[in-house]
């Protein structure tokens, strides 16, 4: 989701962007982007526009800029392929002054009768298909890649003669580990080596459901015809696009927009099968509550409320607490402080007074029943977790052992998706009342 932080002369503001990988923008006063970049790390990322002994272009960028939206991505290469369609629709000033043309690639896909692919860095007047361009090299090296093999191709500089027979005794090393299908000696028909082509000019068009849509029909054809071995190497073929697919889920030509929507409805989609998978529990509001602790040694105590709810983070219904029970290490008493203000609070706080589907504690064992006690002395029952820092398992009560997910399980990143915002929420205001403490001594 698309956040904004005001740049200041403090760069504390920095602390507020998260640790994620994403894309962000430089905007001005009148809300022109300037420039648009990608991140492995945003916060990291950002923080090197305020160091000093920066080139001129970049220190009058900075200086013209106002404020500086984000957009949080699942992984790096999503932040590539996000980073090149924003630079495409919004064509910012410096992204063009910074950024040499030299660094841009372009895949190129070959007019030949037996087209080949390749990484460009101009696009020539030609009859060739371009794609791009790109600003990061890796990007195109990770995607033809993980293309090349699912659908194979070649990249010699074989001039391929239809009307000519090479009788090769050895083909290439690429034909040996699958990555070609020898086009050089016709072992693979000129019109089977195009749909392979066309493949991978459709994923560059953000047709991947396309592409799986085909291949489920041909699939389904071969079943009726029983040709079980050629259904059983289509269905291979689509769990592989599935597979490249699954981390990658901004197409290209893909806006903010578009993106929004689409983490929105995948992330409904995780809540709702989160919800299932730790006991069937009843998708209402999808609203997921998560609670964290934050003191030094039992100085200066907080927590944190963050709140999850259709799909995305709702940072209109956050809540911060002062402990005050407390100012001893006592993270359990400090959960139970907590949840139990939570609920006693629900008549006159707006975000208090909406019930959560889910609460997600913090911690394991210890802090699950304190949070447990504290509903249970008010009377309320709602469903609750806790996430075990060191093995990332998940307690529920009531319940002898720990769930325990797949690290990449879509249902255990939303829960560390939300209790990592959580901890963040949550040191942030520590180190605010720290701080005030510490200018007051």
Known sequence: MEDTVTISKNTEFIKQIPLLPGCYMFKNEAGHIQYIGKAKILRRRIYQYFKDKLPIKIQRMVYISS?????????????????????????????????????????????????????????????????????????????????????PYRTCNLHIDPNKRYNKSRLCIYYDIGLCTGPCDFLISREEYIKNIDNIKKFFKGEKKSIINDYINQMDKFVKEERFEDAAKIRDKIDQIKYVSQNIKVDFGEDETIFRINKVQDGIKATKLLFKKIGNIKYTNGRIECYDISNIQGKYPVSSMVVYKGGQISKSDYRKFKIKTKDTPD???????????????????????????????????????????????????????????????????????????????????????????????????????????????
């Open 67 to 151: 404020h500086i939206s984000y957009i949080t991505t699942d992984n790096e290469v999503e932040a590539l392929i996000l980073e090149n369609n924003l630079i495409k629709k919004y064509k910012p000033k410096y992204n063009s002054l910074l950024k040499d043309d030299k660094r841009y690639i372009w895949v190129k896909i070959t007019n030949d009768y037996y087209p080949k692919i390749e990484r460009v860095r101009e696009k020539l007047k030609d009859k060739s298909t371009y794609f791009g361009p790109f600003p990061s090299g890796i990007l195109v090296i990770k995607l033809l890649s993980n293309l090349r093999k699912i659908f």
């Open 331 to 441: 993270d359990p008493a400090m959960m139970y402080e907590t949840i139990k203000r939570r609920i006693t609070n629900s008549s006159f706080d707006k975000s208090f007074s909406e019930k959560p589907d889910l609460i997600i504690v913090d911690g394991g064992k210890t802090q699950l029943g304190a949070a447990i006690q504290a509903m249970k002395e008010a009377n309320i029952s709602i469903p609750l977790l806790g996430l075990a820092k060191k093995h990332e398992e998940i307690i529920l009560p009531n319940k002898k052992h720990s769930l325990k997910l797949r690290y990449n399980d879509v249902s255990l990143l939303l829960i560390r998706k939300i209790r990592d915002e959580a901890h963040r929420f949550a040191n942030t205001f520590h180190r605010k009342l720290r701080n005030k403490g510490m200018i007051g001594i």
